[in-house]
């Protein structure tokens, strides 16, 4: 056996432990007991250490250095590269300081649900200033004396930097409250009206998720409070929620994880629990989940035939006709919570995010003015101001468990979502037509073919360049936006 051939196995070992602890994640999030959450927290908890202890095990310091990546073949390099990675990555961070991270951010997880069911912003924020202030040491180890920011979305997005980001995300944010202010300034389309029970909902949310290619051999949807996806290779298990009287939280959380799912399970199967076995990015995956969802989900074209469908299942679609139905699946509206947000204002959710985030890591932003510059950025964008903190600062839990470097990832996979559709449509001329028939199967073809099936293989922008033929960028997602909403609402 060579140093490589050693490196590997000991990789597919810990690739193989990390899928078990994903499983163990997904059936507490599903079906496990009320009662097992204690004892449940102690197996994960030994498991963690255990992959810890793989992640920074000096042997693989050790056969690094024994390997010369400019012998290997491409495949063999892409592998490397990402083991140099996580391992140099690893190894920065000292022991006490992960500890301490981990102890910190459980407990403030704990605080912040019980702030945000409050009301209570005072009640998070000491526990909050700890987090910030631990962040910002993990980012000056890893960070070489380069932009601290950089070195935390490095573990999300890699090569992607503060900089270029926020600079793409200036660009997006003028005309993207240009185009609120038009829509918001005309009539607002109905909602949904109807009740839409759960069986229906589910029968329903299988139906497309076949319609989308997602392969329930080696998959299964089930129920859950978050949505998620979770798993690589032969088992990729997605979620959603159900809302009797709103089945597009439903229908659509399906079709998002869907997207995620679809990548994992289309990864080639040689790349199995390697580590080009998953996603390349979070942006990457995000742009799956998001041209799934809203470029081919919330077409005119499907829509039709979702309402068609949806008539059958419900015995009323909840609007008088396929146009209505296509306005009430995109109506924009004015609200404070990301998660609920459209295609409009999703990206100025997160900019702001992005925006503040930098600055509490970058030390210009205190934690005790967070909520002042939280309140004074949405009432700019959005137009609206913040009635409490629950719809505010409190409402995402990423903070609490540590996750600065994450928000970007979602608005850059809407962005390559936009260039991927610009190319997807080039290439395939009659796709509307297809998805007016409810087939997806020239687009998930399109989008195996050119993004998923490569897994880990290229670095995240590469990938997208390479499945587009142009390098990725802001405009045609602002251009689709413009389009769409334009038409829709006639401004
Ligand atoms: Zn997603």
Redesign the pocket.
């Known amino acids: 056996m060579t140093a490589f051939d050693d490196l590997m196995a000991f990789q597919h070992e810990t690739e193989a432990l990390a899928q078990v602890a994903g499983r163990l994640a997904w059936d507490q999030e599903t079906v496990m007991p009320r009662g097992a959450a204690a004892q449940r927290a102690e197996e994960i908890g030994a498991l963690e250490s255990v992959l810890h202890a793989r992640r920074a095990d000096p042997r693989i310091g050790a056969w690094l250095a024994a390997i010369d990546d400019s012998g290997l073949d491409p495949v063999g390099a892409a592998k490397m590269r990402h083991i140099r990675r996580t391992y140099s990555r690893a190894v920065k961070l000292p022991e006490k300081l992960s500890a301490e991270l981990a102890r910190v951010t459980s407990r403030a997880q704990g605080i912040w649900a019980e702030a945000r069911a409050a009301d209570d912003v005072a009640h998070f924020l000491p526990v909050l200033e700890r987090v910030v202030g631990l962040k910002r040491e993990e980012a000056a180890a890893l960070a070489d004396g380069g932009d601290p920011y950089d070195a935390l979305m490095d573990d999300f997005e890699p090569d992607a930097t503060a900089a270029e980001t926020g600079a793409m995300f200036d660009r997006m944010r003028p005309r993207l409250v240009m185009l609120r202010e038009r829509v918001m300034g005309g009539p607002r389309p109905a909602p949904l009206r109807g009740h839409f029970p759960e069986a229906g909902q589910m029968k329903l949310a299988h139906e497309v998720a076949r319609h989308f290619g997602y392969d329930f051999r080696h998959g299964r949807l089930d129920k859950s409070v978050h949505p998620f996806t979770s798993g690589a290779g032969t088992d990729v298990r997605i979620t959603t929620r159900v809302d009797e009287a709103e089945p597009f939280n439903c229908l659509y959380s399906t079709i998002?994880e869907v997207g995620?799912g679809c990548y994992e399970q289309n990864i080639d199967p040689a790349f199995a629990l390697t580590p080009l076995g998953n996603g390349v990015s979070m942006g990457v995956h995000?742009s799956q989940?998001r041209i799934y969802e809203n470029q081919l989900g919330r077409s005119r074209a499907f829509t039709g035939w979702l309402f068609s469908r949806m008539q059958e299942v419900f015995g009323n679609a909840g609007a008088a006709d396929p146009e209505a139905f296509h306005a009430a699946v995109n109506r924009v509206h004015s609200g404070f919570i990301r998660t609920e947000a459209d295609e409009v204002h999703y990206n100025l959710h997160i900019m702001m995010r992005f925006d503040l985030e930098r600055q509490l890591i970058g030390g210009s932003l205190d934690v005790a003015d967070l909520e002042e510059a939280w309140n004074t950025r949405f009432a700019h964008d959005f137009g609206v101001a913040v009635d409490r903190p629950s719809n505010g600062v409190l409402q995402d839990v990423h903070w609490s468990v540590g996750l600065f470097g994450y928000f970007p990832t979602y608005a850059l996979g809407n962005v390559y979502a936009g260039c991927l559709n610009l190319a997807l449509r080039a290439a395939l001329p009659d796709l509307d037509d297809q998805l007016a028939q409810g087939h997806t199967e020239g687009a998930t073809a399109w989008l195996k073919e050119h993004v998923q099936r490569h897994g880990g293989l290229y670095p995240p922008r590469e990938v997208i360049e390479r499945a587009c033929g142009f390098a990725p960028n802001e405009g045609p997602l602002l251009d689709y936006l413009d389009a769409k909403f334009g038409a829709l609402y006639g401004v």
């Open positions: 998002h995620h995000e989940s």
